[in-house]
């Protein structure tokens, strides 16, 4: 069981998914049987495939001969009893648990015993579908992510019942298939689409408190390198499939007030607002340059100021406002991170605090905070929120965006949201992937190995969580949870230890 290599391989599904794994199984050289219930639907799936593969020979990215090969490999099939000869299958059909249960209970009867059954489920126990099965061991995910031929990430799923060979069987073959595996238990959306609920969290509670536009909050998120901000990405999967997903995580966790939808897209669902697909989510589409505008903060250029601050971080900014031409003083006597302007004021990073609680406590009126910076470097005009205490003056206002402005940035300002955007959000995806490693859904590489190659996040949450430290991470986390009085901001027991074992 536990060597596979160039054993005979099954898909069931000639959908996407299907296809695009039958070519990867085909192109590392196994012979493939595909089969559909749909009348003609394998032989269409690798019709389209041999366009694919010419389109590759094409571009020069693939040899004719190869091609050729991987092609001769696949087999459409009409009856599963075609492929008894097959020693690992991998399903790709609808999501239904009762159907994915009855495929493999008829599998069973047709197979060896020593065959491995892969569900490519996205979203549905792997415990679940394996229970009934007379071999429910042998019975392992394996999730693909689209475009199967180009993704890299595949999650190897292991619920109660499966056996550790056979995911270990699995994880190898991925390897053999060019994949890059990462294990998980099976759980509430894996790894990737659990781990990722933040990122679309986050910004659509800023939406809720009206803290800034969706234009702005993705400019500050592709700001922190996402490839794409929350908004655009709602609107490109579509808002009636991302609902879908985000009500199923919150029902699999029990109501759990992290995971919890929003009013702001289950009214964007309720007017049809679907996104690309239908033309109108989030942004209307096709989107003009003008759709695209960022509002420009009023700047002022500052006098004289102080960075404080004994981290590389401060010695950075310190530079860069030095290049600028301003007279810059460094204070490396305090430990925390602060701007503070001849003029008056001060500008600080945001520790989950708003700018009016900071005026608050510390007496004073023109107080702003701005955005975590996340990235090794920052590329000149790199957005960034910012945001100014209630009682501040316009021109203080105007000065703090001056300075962020000379230190390189794009200052955005957001309403005074606690948190701010990358902050809370990178905060958050850390807080998740904490809670995964806890609960012994995957290690911390592997969370990070499939953030950054399941959904192409520019870091791994605990990467992030290294720059950033344990303790700021903690502490603005706490911070949010005071603030906001729920669940939802709680800090996971596993990031608290880090903080106190560093201690």
């Not at 990867?24 to 493939?32: C, D, K, N, T």
């Not at 394998?42 to 495939?49: E, N, R």
């Not at 571009?59 to 092609?71: C, P, Q």
């Not at 230190?407 to 990358?422: E, K, T």
């Amino acid at each position: 069981m536990t060597d596979l290599t160039n054993a005979p391989v099954l898909v069931v599904g000639a959908g996407i998914m299907g296809a695009g794994i039958a070519q990867v199984a085909a192109q590392a050289g196994h012979p493939v049987w595909l089969h559909d219930t749909r009348e003609g639907a394998a032989a269409s799936a690798k019709a389209a495939l041999a366009k694919t593969l010419q389109g590759l020979v094409d571009k020069g990215k693939l040899a004719a001969d190869a091609a050729e090969a991987a092609l001769a490999c696949i087999t459409p099939i009409s009856a599963l009893a075609e492929a008894a000869a097959a020693r690992v299958v991998v399903e790709a059909i609808v999501e239904n648990l009762e159907v994915k249960r009855g495929l493999f209970r008829d599998l069973e009867a047709l197979l060896a015993d020593d065959a491995i059954l892969a569900t490519n489920t996205s979203s549905i126990s792997v415990t679940a579908i394996a229970n009934g099965l007379r071999r429910p061991g042998r019975l392992v995910g394996m999730h693909f992510f689209n475009p199967v031929p180009l993704m890299k990430l595949v999650e190897v799923v292991s619920g109660l019942h499966t056996e550790p060979p056979v995911a270990e069987a699995i994880f190898t073959l991925s390897k053999a298939w060019g994949k890059v595996p990462v294990h998980a238990k099976s759980s509430p959306g894996f790894i990737v689409n659990r781990i990722a609920r933040p990122y679309y969290a986050e910004t659509l509670a800023l939406l809720q408190e009206q803290a800034a536009t969706p234009g702005v909050l993705d400019a500050c998120l592709r700001g922190a390198a996402f490839r794409m901000g929350p908004c655009e990405l709602m609107d490109l999967i579509g808002h009636d499939t991302n609902f879908a997903v985000t009500n199923s995580v919150y029902g699999a966790y029990f109501q759990d007030k992290r995971f919890g939808p929003s009013g702001v897209q289950r009214d964007l669902v309720d007017a049809g607002w679907l996104g690309r697909k239908n033309g109108r989510g989030f942004y209307t589409y096709p989107q003009t340059d003008a759709d695209k505008a960022l509002p420009a903060a009023p700047q002022a250029a500052p006098g004289a100021l102080t960075v404080h601050g004994q981290c590389a971080w401060a010695a950075r900014i310190a530079d860069a406002l030095s290049a600028a031409g301003l007279s810059v003083t460094r204070d490396t006597t305090a430990a925390a991170v602060a701007i503070t302007l001849a003029e008056g004021g001060e500008l600080r990073p945001t520790d989950g605090r708003p700018a009016a609680q900071l005026a608050f406590e510390g007496g004073a009126r023109d107080v702003a905070v701005f955005d975590w910076s996340v990235t090794e470097t920052v590329a000149p005009g790199t957005p960034i929120a910012f945001a100014v205490a209630s009682g501040a003056s316009d021109a203080f206002a105007a000065r703090a965006a001056g300075v962020l402005a000379a230190a390189g940035w794009q200052p955005l300002r957001v309403a005074d949201a606690a948190g701010l955007v990358v902050a809370r959000t990178i905060a958050m995806l850390v807080n998740e992937a904490a809670d995964a490693v806890l609960q012994g859904v995957c290690s911390p590489e592997g969370a990070d190995a499939a953030m950054k190659l399941g959904v192409n996040y520019p870091a791994g949450p605990f990467e992030w969580l290294a720059r950033a430290g344990a303790p700021a991470v903690v502490g603005l986390l706490d911070r949010l949870d005071t603030h906001y009085r729920g669940e939802r901001y709680r800090v996971s027991p596993w990031l608290r230890q880090r903080v106190w074992s560093a201690a």
